[in-house]
């Protein structure tokens, strides 16, 4: 199975001030014939369902704030929230999708400072 | 509008049943894999099971086989989760999800607001 190792677990950042979360796959989630990585990333604040941010490591969802980017290739993936909004204070995730079983990252919780 | 609707939680005592159900609308169901994913209190996400367009392709996490069942009628554009044997440890919210491109690793663009299974005695 493939093991998605998110951090740090939690972070506090000043408004406006950019916040950024690591996610290392234990093994590579590139496929080389189509030149893409398997890997989404979602927010999901108290109470509600998780929200599709990213998908295939860099690849904003339609009505995302471009404040929100992906990165990464193979093993090691980002996730950056530049400028901090008081609405991005949830638990964000990432998750592959390369094969099954499909597994999440244990969460980072983006706080206000 | 994609709606996902889960129904069926409740308190269950350790070793018992219990059948969740996931109503679908606002998409043609019999085209899409379903998925269930749950999240203990507190705790992250895991996926549980999916089940392909007829239901002929079923996939599970190791914690649950041979104790959950995923299945689906499309006439009812429903996926249903039978959970037998349930211990402490299957506590969670169980989401329906729906998965963006099909097949059965994918991601989810679609999810319902989950219902709430308590194992406890």
């Known amino acids: 199975d493939i093991v998605l190792t998110q951090s740090p677990d939690s972070l506090a950042v000043s408004l406006g001030e950019r916040a950024t979360i690591s996610c290392k796959s234990s093994?590579?989630?590139?496929?080389?014939?189509?030149?893409?990585?398997?890997l989404a990333w979602y927010q999901q604040k108290p109470g509600q369902p998780p929200k599709l941010l990213i998908s295939?490591?860099?690849t904003r969802e339609s009505g995302v704030p471009d404040r929100f980017s992906g990165s990464g290739s193979g093993t090691d993936f980002t996730l950056t929230i530049n400028s901090l909004q008081a609405e991005d204070v949830a638990v964000y995730y990432c998750q592959h999708f390369y094969s099954i079983p499909l597994t999440f990252g244990g969460g980072t919780k983006v706080e206000i400072k | 509008e994609v709606q996902l609707v889960e129904s069926g939680g409740g308190l269950v005592q350790p070793g018992g049943s219990l059948r969740l159900s996931c109503a679908a609308s606002g998409f043609t169901f019999s085209s899409h894999w379903m998925t269930w994913v749950r999240q203990a209190p507190g705790k992250g996400l895991e996926w549980v099971a999916n089940?392909?367009?007829?239901?002929?392709?079923?996939f599970y996490v190791d914690s649950v086989k041979g104790r959950f069942t995923i299945s689906r009628d499309n006439a009812k554009k429903s996926v249903f989760l039978q959970m037998n044997s349930l211990t402490a440890e299957d506590t969670a919210v169980y989401y329906c999800?729906?998965?963006?491109?099909?097949?059965?690793?994918?991601?989810?663009?679609?999810w319902g607001q989950g219902t709430l299974v308590t194992v406890s005695s």
């Open positions: 999800a729906r998965g963006v491109y099909g097949g059965n690793s994918d991601l989810f663009n679609y």
């Open positions: 089940i392909n367009q007829d239901g002929s392709d079923k």
């Open positions: 093994q590579s989630i590139f496929y080389s014939s189509n030149k893409k990585n398997y």
């Open positions: 295939w490591a860099s």
